[in-house]
């Protein structure tokens, strides 16, 4: 269901929101051109297929640490803040692989290394500490999806990724803000109040 | 007391968060670095000319959303009288506000309720995504002529109507001839001419310094590799292209100093006059002279602050002593056009200004606060930077033709001496007229002048 109004969402779009105009320096080599000068629909190039895969990755990644935040966290900024982590992920991950089905890129469906390390860290802590630790982690995820977002709206070739990024990086950018006033507060009361005290 | 004790704690923490941050892959590599071109030039030019009208249609159409670009001449003339100031405002307020509304709102009220007037917001080069110089028309045919040196691309052309940039070509007045007034002959600086019309006015240091920064050296979109944006291999650009006559044309580029690509905000070419009293060089890099800046620009191909792209394309890289420093010396001989109404401090001769003018001083020292950064006696700077923070009143990370609006953080001081000519305003050229400036630092500084002081802020702005 929320995927059929995802598909809807991008059909209405107007045309002219779509309307990029890259380097076609960056295009890839068998790009087919709808007008002379602007690539037709669905053609990606190696920066689109990185960053579907990165930001998937990233996304994935979201929603399982900010499950695991919100059931595992007693502090009740970090639980709103993951559970908004997973509704906004879950919304953001479906819409990137609706395109990428078109535009035929697989993406990744399970946790990446990385991550895998980072949530094994993140279950042996309880607490303050834990609340740290997950927002801290929060903010440089945060951080590091911005300067994707920013890359993608510059460097991609298919207009429906790069749509995707514009509409998301105004969320993410208030997603980190967020992060950054959380894990500022938890620093501040670690710096007041003892380990495990509330 | 107990607090002593947990001051340990973060340390601890910090070490944790490495284990948990530290074990990730870099971003992409062209996240920073420029990558190299994945197709042919022959396709590159056959798509981005079959894509220019459509790239220069959104790039007006943004225009004029934003401002009204209509020819109206004050009665006041650029410094070379070869071209009318431009009057009023005109950044379009959004339907239905005034500027004493929106003066009296709170800068959260103007960003919730998405008031900024658009041409307030950074203004976005004309192709964000391949970025570069993009030169005005009237040095694109002057070059071509004289110098039979093409500097057109074929992926843009310049979106500005002539009558909002500077006078062209710029009038060139000397600190050490002050008596001959202007020495340009009303002719554009070229490495043809040059001999001929400075010598006998310049020194032979001063000369080899004009030499060089007349000479093109291949770069960045004006090379011959297939990563250039000119038809046909180039002769290059020198830096006089962009700072005609030592003054600007107000041709426009990326800043070298921000990456992504896409977040990279326009820059529009600052004027060299005055440079000898500048303590800082560039919008955000802050250099500290204009040897440093000089050798720098010409090392890291004007401005794409890419040493890597640079070398890969021919650099010019030039001998500190021998040549930088001659062609610092001449830069610094570039004297502000004259003010006849300023007196020894920078202050208005009440014998000489009119009523309207000197309101106009009173609310630069006094309400409006210009006074605090534009410092009269330091050339009307501050040799500083500051961070008017924009984004108070608007949302970032909104894209705008390919472009990301981030905060632009701080930015120079720019000198306002001889301000009538050198529109558009800021950093990267938003702004077309003094009252437009003095809209968006009342709204900006919260001082809530009155429609007349406005005015006469404008009048006085007019006597720098």
């Excluded at chain 1, 007693?74 to 906004?88: H, I, L, P, W, Y």
């Excluded at chain 2, 609310?363 to 108070?392: I, Q, T, Y």
Aim: proline fraction near 8%; include cysteine.
């Amino acid at each position: 269901m929320r995927a059929l109004t995802i598909m809807l969402g991008l059909v209405l779009l107007p045309g002219h929101a779509l309307a990029q105009f890259g380097n076609p320096a960056g295009w890839a080599p068998d790009s087919r051109t709808d007008a002379p000068g602007k690539p037709a629909p669905n053609q990606t190039n190696y920066q689109d297929r990185l960053f579907a895969q990165l930001v998937t990755a990233g996304g994935l990644a979201e929603v399982e640490l900010g499950r695991l935040a919100a059931g595992k966290s007693t502090n009740d900024e970090v639980k709103a803040f993951a559970d908004r982590m997973v509704g906004d992920h879950t919304d953001a991950n479906a819409k990137l692989k609706a395109i990428a089905d078109k535009s035929r890129m697989p993406l990744p469906d399970r946790l990446d290394p990385d991550h895998e390390k980072m949530r094994a860290d993140l279950e042996k802590l309880d607490g303050a500490r834990f609340d740290l630790e997950y927002m801290k982690a929060q903010v440089i995820d945060h951080q590091k999806t911005v300067q994707l977002l920013v890359w993608e709206i510059g460097l991609g070739q298919d207009a429906e990724v790069q749509q995707f990024a514009k509409e998301t990086l105004p969320k993410v950018l208030e997603h980190l803000e967020m992060a950054r006033q959380i894990q500022a507060q938890l620093a501040d009361d670690a710096r007041v109040r003892p380990a495990g005290t509330k | 007391m107990p607090r002593l004790i947990w001051y340990g704690l973060p340390c601890a923490l910090g070490a944790a968060a490495l284990t948990l941050a530290h074990a990730g892959d870099p971003l992409p590599p062209d996240t920073t670095y420029r990558p190299l071109p994945a197709l042919p030039f022959s396709a590159v030019r056959a798509n981005d000319e079959a894509a220019r009208p459509g790239v220069m249609q959104r790039q007006r159409a943004l225009l004029e959303q934003r401002y009204d670009l209509a020819d109206r001449p004050a009665a006041v003339m650029m410094s070379g009288g070869r071209k009318a100031v431009q009057e009023g405002v005109r950044v379009k307020l959004p339907e239905g506000e005034t500027w004493d509304g929106l003066a009296a709102m709170s800068p959260q009220e103007i960003r919730d309720r998405d008031l900024l007037p658009d041409g307030f917001k950074p203004l976005p080069h004309t192709k964000q995504a391949a970025g570069g110089q993009v030169f005005p028309e009237e040095q694109i045919t002057e070059i071509g002529r004289d110098e039979a040196r093409d500097l057109r691309r074929f992926d843009v052309d310049f979106d500005l109507p002539a009558h909002l940039t500077p006078e062209f070509p710029p009038p060139i007045f000397l600190t050490t001839h002050p008596e001959l007034g202007d020495v340009s002959r009303g002719d554009l600086l070229t490495i043809r001419n040059f001999y001929e019309y400075m010598n006998g006015i310049v020194t032979p240091v001063q000369m080899e310094g004009l030499r060089l920064l007349l000479t093109p050296f291949p770069q960045e979109e004006f090379n011959q590799t297939e990563d250039r944006k000119v038809a046909q291999p180039s002769l290059g650009v020198a830096c006089l292209d962009c700072h005609s006559n030592f003054h600007t044309n107000a041709a426009f580029h990326l800043t070298p100093d921000i990456r992504p690509q896409a977040e990279r905000f326009r820059l529009d070419t600052t004027s060299l006059r005055g440079l000898f009293n500048q303590q800082i060089h560039g919008s955000k890099r802050s250099l500290r002279s204009v040897e440093d800046f000089t050798e720098f620009e010409q090392r890291t191909a004007y401005f794409n602050g890419d040493h890597v792209s640079a070398t890969r394309k021919g650099v010019h890289l030039p001998d500190r002593p021998n040549q930088v420093a001659m062609m610092a010396q001449m830069q610094n001989i570039i004297d502000f056009p004259p003010a006849p109404k300023l007196d020894v401090f920078g202050r208005l001769d009440p014998a000489q200004a009119s009523e309207q003018e000197l309101m106009g001083e009173q609310v630069f020292m006094g309400k409006g606060r210009c006074a605090e950064c534009h410092v009269p006696a330091l050339s009307f700077m501050d040799n500083a930077m500051h961070d008017l923070k924009l984004e108070r009143f608007y949302k970032i990370g909104e894209t705008t033709n390919d472009f990301v609006a981030m905060p632009d953080g701080p930015i120079k001081t720019f000198t306002l001496r001889g301000i009538k000519d050198s529109p558009p305003y800021m950093h990267d050229g938003r702004l077309m007229t003094l009252a437009d400036t003095v809209e968006f630092f009342n709204l900006v500084l919260g001082t809530r002048l009155t429609g007349e002081e406005k005015e006469a802020l404008v009048a006085y702005l007019l006597t720098l």
